[in-house]
């Protein structure tokens, strides 16, 4: 099954995300939004793991999760990657909770690394991607929609649990099912 681990967003920071996507969108580019339900914060996608290491990472995440307390985290700022001049990837970044965001990612990857999952090639960055750029159609605008955003992140809200997802490719868009939440802080 693909899996990953990730921290879900409060709906009303999922209805502001909308909100700036819907903003952004106005630029005309061939963008495939993300639907907001599924908007989350990833902090390691495992591709394809078999049932032995579904449970091996399990088990690490509850180990890692239990000495990491809860935290806030703020969104802030909206970027492309590779760059704004020529975006694949469009993201929000986080102004706040960036750093345990970080070492959470950094511990998982060396565990999930141990259980035969392969390493990420890029180191992370806490971002939260919110759409995915199709085609380069009307590029030029929608670098200068990023620049001119108006949107303003929520306030903080608090991470008290890490999600183990399944995500299902379908159609209709990836389907991400919930399988284990483990809270933060609980050890």
Known sequence: ???????????????????????????????????????????????????????????????????????SVRLGGVGAFPSADSPRVIWVGCAEGGEPMTQLAEEIERETSSLGICSSARPFAAHLTIGRVRSPR????????????????PGPWRVETLTLYQSVLGSAGPRYTALTEIPLGAA
């Open 1 to 71: 099954m693909r899996a990953f681990v990730a921290m879900a967003l409060p709906q009303d920071v999922q209805r502001s995300l909308a909100e700036l996507q819907r903003e952004l969108a106005r630029a005309g580019a061939d963008v495939k939004w993300v639907e907001p339900a599924n908007l989350h914060l990833t902090l390691k996608f495992l591709d394809e793991v078999s049932d032995e290491q579904r449970a091996g990472v399990e088990q690490s995440l509850r180990r890692l999760a239990g000495g990491q307390p809860a935290f």
């Open 138 to 153: 009307h590029r030029q605008e929608l670098a200068r929609a990023l620049q001119e955003a108006t949107w303003r992140a």
